[in-house]
């Protein structure tokens, strides 16, 4: 029977050169670099509520990061350090194996490393602590939107909410479109280079996990201003356009979580300069509405008309 100490050491413990001390004391230590902010966050994963209890092992390491990323990312925040708190149900070393490699080719791609955490014995859940830095007052809050400003959107969303929906038999889906959606939904991208190269470009940024008008709104609560987005414009997963069912299709692409894309606004003056990062980091940006001074969100379709919409994003209490 593998201890607690052998699992950490076994499983997660690697080499930590942007550590001061890594894994293996009470507290890891860090060193900021000067002139830097630390931007942290915390995400939990729940079996059952935010994954799958069979999903695939690689594929929960990777997401468990990623989404943990996708803040940094929001924040125009450079990752550097996380901790991974697990609570498992039993030690299974394949499923250990996998989970591990997952999570590691991710913050190998990124540059992040794992400095600390927690483990214990229970029903499976995942807590992930990630660390960063911004030079300081450059970081992309929720406050900085103004009337007059875009309102841009990275990638397409609805795939992964279309997977999701797929997964719990609510639509039917070809299986080749379902591997491209599945993907989106277990194996998300963080635009990590995207909030960074946004940086004294962008005025606000969010990124979607929990549906674009969802997470917009927030942008545009902490902000005190309103937008005007038009729906022909919103980008979205090629397979929403295959959907017979025209109502699901715009409520995977305006209320459907888990995309991880980049909501952010800018001022007009910015438009050429979002063109060259889009074109740098080969990232589709889509410019999407306007930010305007009355509150409220209002979506118009390709006549210009209000749309009445009844989506909402993904809340764990509503
Ligand atoms: P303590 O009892 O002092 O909290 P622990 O025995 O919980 O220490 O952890 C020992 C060391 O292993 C600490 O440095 C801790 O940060 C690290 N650690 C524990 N669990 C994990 C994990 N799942 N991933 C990474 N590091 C971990
Ligand atoms: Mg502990």
């Not at 889906?173 to 940086?199: D, H, K, Y």
């Amino acid at each position: 029977m593998m201890s607690e100490f052998d699992l950490i050491r076994r499983y997660f413990t690697r080499a930590t050169p942007s550590a001061d001390l890594g894994i293996g004391d009470d507290c890891a230590l860090l060193t900021v670099t000067p002139g830097h902010q630390l931007a942290v966050s915390t995400d939990m994963l729940v079996s059952g509520r935010h994954f799958f209890a069979d999903v695939d092992a690689y594929r929960l390491g990777h997401k468990a990061l990623a989404v943990n990323l996708s803040d940094m990312a929001a924040m125009g925040a450079r990752p550097r350090w996380f901790t991974l708190s697990l609570s498992l149900p039993a030690v299974q070393p394949d499923w250990l194996e996998r989970f591990a490699a997952g999570l590691f080719a991710l913050a190998e791609q990124h540059a992040v490393e794992l400095v600390g955490g927690d483990t214990t014995a229970g029903p499976l859940n995942l807590c992930l602590q990630i660390m960063g830095e911004v030079p300081r007052g450059q970081a992309l809050t929720r406050a900085g939107a103004r009337a007059g400003d875009d309102v841009w959107l990275s990638g397409a969303v609805g795939g992964a909410a279309l997977a999701l929906a797929a997964l719990q038999g609510r639509v039917a889906m070809q299986s080749e479109p379902l591997i491209q959606c599945r993907a989106r939904l277990e194996v998300p991208a963080p635009r990590v280079a995207l909030g960074l190269a946004l940086r004294g470009v962008a005025s606000a940024a969010i990124d979607v996990s929990d549906g674009l008008l969802a997470d917009l709104g927030h942008v545009l609560a902490g902000s005190g201003v309103g937008a005007r987005l038009q729906w022909p414009s919103v980008p979205r997963a090629p397979a929403l356009e295959a959907l017979d069912d025209a109502h699901l299709a715009r409520r995977c692409a305006l209320a459907g979580g888990d995309d991880y894309e980049l909501c952010f606004t800018a001022p007009p003056s910015q438009r050429e300069r979002i063109a060259e990062i889009s074109a740098q980091l080969a990232l589709p940006l889509s410019r999407i509405g306007a930010v305007t001074g009355e509150p409220g969100l209002v979506v118009t379709d390709a006549q210009g008309v209000a749309m009445q919409l009844d989506h909402r994003g993904f809340d764990h209490f509503a």
